[in-house]
């Protein structure tokens, strides 16, 4: 069973310009750094989840994530984290959902499913041989994610998707300004699955990432004297939240 998240993958022009947006943003620093295939990645860890920045480097692979970001940059990819691969390959298997076949890589096995049958999202699921490291970060810091946020023009699809094909656990299911939201709970943190008719009867879109901090007062205020354009602090949805968005520094990804 999928156990929570693993990592994002979000396609940058500019490795060290993502880097520098990154860092700034959750406040973390990069734990790791390579360049394989024509892939330049760095990688900022977080409590319940890792960000993957990648741009294209000189090698086999540059092309392919060249055409990824022929969209503009953004959240590309979406890797749950998993304990037991072969078992959760055949129930994929078993729902529809295509999965192509594990790969084994240095320290962790990944599969991915079938983007046809995901609507056009890049889904996959790891299982790691041992804990990534956490990038080190001040009091005032992002300290994990706490929602992903999916756009979808057919919520019941999403819906049997989420729920029935990837066993994740639907918390919430509600109407809002006429929109229908569902909330999924995936480990400690949620994906948010908004309908949204707007994006006609296409592929389900990833929309942005909202993160979890200590003092929204006190990590806006260390945002916007960093000099990113920050709104004011503001109720959430959820009962007892305040959140505020961050407008720009963060390579097409919108964030709360």
Not at 66 to 91: D, I, M, N, T, Y
Not at 159 to 185: H, I, N, P, T
């Amino acid at each position: 069973m999928i156990t929570g998240f693993d990592h994002v993958v979000i396609a940058v022009q500019d490795i060290e310009a993502a880097i520098a947006a990154y860092e700034t943003l959750l406040d973390r620093t990069v734990v790791n750094r390579v360049s394989r295939d024509g892939i330049d990645a760095a990688i900022i860890s977080l409590d319940n989840i890792s960000v993957e920045l990648i741009a294209p480097g000189d090698g086999p692979s540059a092309d392919r994530v060249r055409a990824v970001l022929e969209e503009g940059e953004g959240l590309k990819s979406l890797v749950f984290a998993a304990r037991e691969l072969p078992s959760l390959h055949r129930r994929a298997e078993r729902v529809g959902l295509a999965p192509e076949e594990i790969t084994q890589r240095d320290g962790y096995a990944v599969f991915r499913f079938a983007t046809d049958r995901t609507h056009g999202l890049r889904l996959m699921v790891q299982a790691r041989e041992a804990t990534a490291a956490v990038s080190s970060s001040s009091a005032h810091g992002v300290g994990g994610l706490d929602h992903i946020v999916v756009r979808t023009p057919d919520a019941e699809r999403a819906a049997a998707l989420y729920g029935a094909r990837l066993g994740l656990d639907m918390r919430l299911d509600r109407e809002v300004a006429g929109r229908r939201l569902m909330f999924f709970r995936c480990g400690d943190a949620i994906v948010e699955v908004l309908h949204d008719p707007s994006i006609g009867t296409g592929r389900d879109r990833f929309w942005g990432l909202s993160w979890r901090v200590a003092s929204a007062d006190a990590a806006r205020a260390r945002l916007a004297e960093a000099g990113l354009d920050v709104s004011e602090v503001r109720t959430g949805l959820k009962p007892g939240t305040r959140v505020f968005t961050v407008r720009n520094g963060a390579c097409g990804c919108p964030r709360l």
